[in-house]
């Protein structure tokens, strides 16, 4: 609280009433820039070289004008206080986690991993992960390309197998999981993928596979949700719209910003621009490009690819992000957060997204599939027992969520909640995590 009045008081004192025309010049600066990101990514030919070059020269101009007249400093000074009170904010009112933990009591007897050598460009073989997995008494079934790979773990559990794992990306994490689930087998992540988000999320060292492996001997048990796209599982999320065109693109795999910026044109202002509407729950919304439905909500989203962090992973919710921007007016408004329309954030047990077709591109986990539409999505509420080592590196810690500002001051002040005293929302027992709202844009 005090670094949000400071952010508030150093422009002041440095310019007075002045500060706000400051402010609005700075304002100026990022509409300016989004409007350039836009046309850089709706555009092609000048116009996208016109608006790469407004992107960079807008808020160089406003850093140059402030510096010329000696505001550079405060301004940066008031930044700074502002982004430390913001997180200061996140972080304060209730510590994250992933999930409850239970300690294992018994070692598997007949634990399966199944391997993917060509996974995030060969961490099975840099990492020794087939020596170490079968050092750990575990069977190794490594993947080759275009095999079954639920039908493989449900061969494994028909032999015997009393617990499943994969060294493998997220899609392929997904397909095992659904096997585990349905056995109700505990489930061990080893993130020998490219990203790894499911590994991330869980706390896993994404930079040591092998060391997921400990989860057999010295492991905790935690129940985590699922979510599903129509009949397809998903650990991380499922994208509609954009991006999930984008990945249907063969050269994609190889050339991932070459090929978004040749395709994204036609599909955010072209004739294929998809158009998706919405229901989250009693929520409705139409007019949509792109679309990110994720098993529980992230703190942030950015993208599909880069889509932040997950408190938890047990709320019972999906999160839900919208993108609505079909001019340059609506992308100069972006600067408005979520007011402006432009993304909009909901959570929700169930999701329905159509469109005016018969069926839908989606992005699974990264994986391109084609369902048809409407496609319902909902969450399977603690349907996988995830097995994890007890000291896990990157296990999430609170943060991420919207600031909640009055909460916040009633904790700053030592005021009781109106629960009679406690936080309603940091206790253990209450399953709907840390995100106020449900089912409603903030």
């Known amino acids: ?10 422009p002041l004192v440095a310019a007075g009433l002045r500060s706000v025309l400051w402010a609005l ?4 600066g990022l509409a300016l820039a989004a409007v350039g990101v836009w046309w850089t990514l709706a555009h092609t030919g000048a116009l996208r ?14 850093l140059a004008l402030y510096a010329t007249f000696g505001m550079l400093g405060p301004a940066l000074l008031s930044l700074g206080l502002w982004l430390l009170a913001v997180t200061a904010a996140r972080t304060a009112p209730a510590p994250g986690r992933t999930a409850s933990e239970q300690a294992v009591t018994e070692a598997p007897h007949a634990p399966w991993v199944l391997m993917n050598p060509r996974s995030g460009g060969g961490k099975v073989g840099r990492f020794d992960l087939v020596e170490k997995a079968r050092a750990a008494g575990c069977r190794v079934a490594l993947l080759d390309a275009g095999q079954d790979v639920a039908g493989l773990a449900r061969q494994a559990v028909a032999e015997g197998a009393d617990l499943l794992a994969v060294a493998g990306g997220d899609g392929t994490q997904a397909l095992v999981a659904e096997v585990a689930a349905h056995h109700d087998l505990p489930f061990v992540v080893i ?6 988000h499911f590994a991330l999320d869980l706390g896993l060292d994404r930079d040591d596979p092998a060391a997921a492996l400990e989860a057999l001997t010295h492991g905790v048990e935690l129940r985590i949700d699922l979510g599903y796209a129509a009949d397809r599982v998903f650990v991380n999320n499922a994208s509609f719209g954009t991006y ?4 249907t693109d063969p050269a ?6 070459r090929t978004t910026l040749r395709t994204l044109p036609g599909l955010l202002t072209g004739e294929d621009a998809p158009r998706l509407r919405t229901r989250a729950d009693r929520t409705y919304v139409d007019g949509l490009q792109a679309l990110l439905v994720s098993n529980n909500p992230y703190g942030r989203a950015v993208d599909a690819a880069h889509p932040g962090r997950r408190k938890r992973l047990d709320s019972g919710l999906l999160g839900v992000v919208c993108v609505r ?8 408004r972006l600067v408005r957060g979520p007011r402006s329309g432009g993304l909009i954030r909901l959570n929700a047990g169930v999701v329905v997204v159509e469109a005016d077709t018969d069926t839908l591109p989606v992005g699974i986990d990264g994986e391109h599939v084609v369902l048809p539409s409407p496609v319902v999505c909902r969450s399977a509420p603690g349907a996988l027992l995830v097995r994890v080592p007890r000291r896990r590196p990157g296990t999430p810690r609170a943060g991420g969520a919207a600031a909640d500002w009055p909460r916040v001051a009633r904790l700053a002040l030592g005021r009781p909640f109106p629960d009679g005293g406690k936080d309603p929302l940091s206790g253990p027992g209450n399953g709907r995590g840390t995100c106020p709202g449900d089912g409603q844009a903030p």
């Open 1 to 10: 609280m005090l670094a949000l009045l400071g952010s508030i008081l150093v």
């Open 25 to 28: 010049a700075g304002l100026a």
């Open 49 to 62: 070289a016109l608006g790469a070059a407004l992107s960079v020269t807008a808020p160089v101009a406003v």
């Open 191 to 196: 993130p020998a993928g490219t990203r790894n």
């Open 244 to 247: 999930a065109s984008v990945v």
């Open 252 to 257: 994609y795999r190889d050339a991932k910003a």
């Open 325 to 332: 921007v079909g001019n340059t007016a609506q992308a100069a």
